[in-house]
């Protein structure tokens, strides 16, 4: 089935936490398993559905991801590529509402952080999406995470829908994270918009989703690699992972 749908990657960010790997190269290239971590999102997404376009920004060391970008020209992808250069950090809700400002989307915006290693079944996570009920706006991925005080976690009701959003707190109340993966319908594009303020999805956008956000939860793979701890459980956790589903390939 074709989904009409466009994509945001958020791959702006220094890494911080990720030091000293981060020094010279930007979060989103990190290797795994031998390959930049930005390999797995473009295989995803030209495994699965297609998009329209992937959009996709930058800002620390954005020399080192255009370079990236312009080796994928020669392996003509099924999709548009197009890339947002970010002078000064906008944060993850400024970069989106800049892009919405300077284009008008009628079709599902699918957002994520590109600096998260995951692996997901893509159409069925759209397909979910287009059934949602009425007066649900946006569909939140989730996962189950061993560190529930790192992650926003969340709070659903019996049919799945978002009712508390908890962002890094020190007793959450449960363990199911969100994985700051995100579709968003033209509607919620429009609520989003209007907003006009806040740095961060997470902390400034998803409260005005509360009711109107349904989550859709990750069962294959999803690890925030934003520590060397988390980096190196990854490399070991999603090589069986990769080799079973034949996921990252040599090009």
């Given at each position: 089935m074709k989904y009409d749908y466009q994509v945001l990657l958020l791959c702006a960010g220094e890494g911080s936490r990720l030091r000293p790997l981060t020094f010279t190269t930007p979060k989103c290239l990190v290797p795994v398993l031998g390959r930049p971590l930005l390999d797995y999102w473009v295989e995803l997404f030209t495994r699965g559905p297609k998009p329209a376009r992937l959009w996709l920004n930058k800002s620390y060391l954005s020399e080192q991801v255009d370079r990236y970008v312009e080796a994928l020209s020669d392996l003509n992808l099924p999709f548009a590529l197009s890339m947002l250069?970010?002078?000064?950090?906008?944060?993850?809700?400024?970069?989106?509402?800049?892009?919405?400002?300077?284009?008008?989307?009628?079709?599902?915006?699918?957002?994520?952080?590109?600096?998260?290693?995951?692996w997901f079944d893509l159409e069925e996570f759209l397909a979910f999406h287009s059934r949602r009920k009425q007066g649900v706006e946006m569909t939140m991925m989730t996962f189950d995470t061993d560190s529930p005080q790192s992650c926003g976690v969340v709070e659903l009701d019996d049919q799945g829908i978002v009712r508390t959003f908890h962002e890094k707190v020190e007793n959450p109340p449960s363990s199911l994270a969100n994985a700051a993966v995100y579709l968003f319908a033209p509607a919620?594009?429009?609520?989003?918009?209007?907003?006009?303020?806040?740095?961060?999805?997470?902390?400034?956008?998803?409260?005005?989703?509360?009711?109107?956000?349904?989550?859709?939860?990750?069962?294959?793979?999803?690890?925030?690699?934003?520590t060397p701890l988390s980096y190196e459980q990854a490399q070991v956790e999603f090589k069986k992972l990769a080799l079973n589903l034949g996921v990252g390939q040599a090009r």
């Open positions: 250069h970010e002078p000064e950090l906008l944060g993850t809700a400024g970069t989106l509402r800049k892009l919405l400002c300077a284009e008008s989307f009628d079709c599902d915006l699918l957002v994520a952080h590109g600096d998260n290693l995951t919620a594009l429009e609520r989003v918009r209007r907003l006009g303020r806040g740095d961060d999805i997470s902390r400034d956008m998803i409260p005005h989703f509360i009711g109107r956000a349904q989550t859709w939860k990750n069962s294959v793979y999803h690890r925030d690699i934003g």
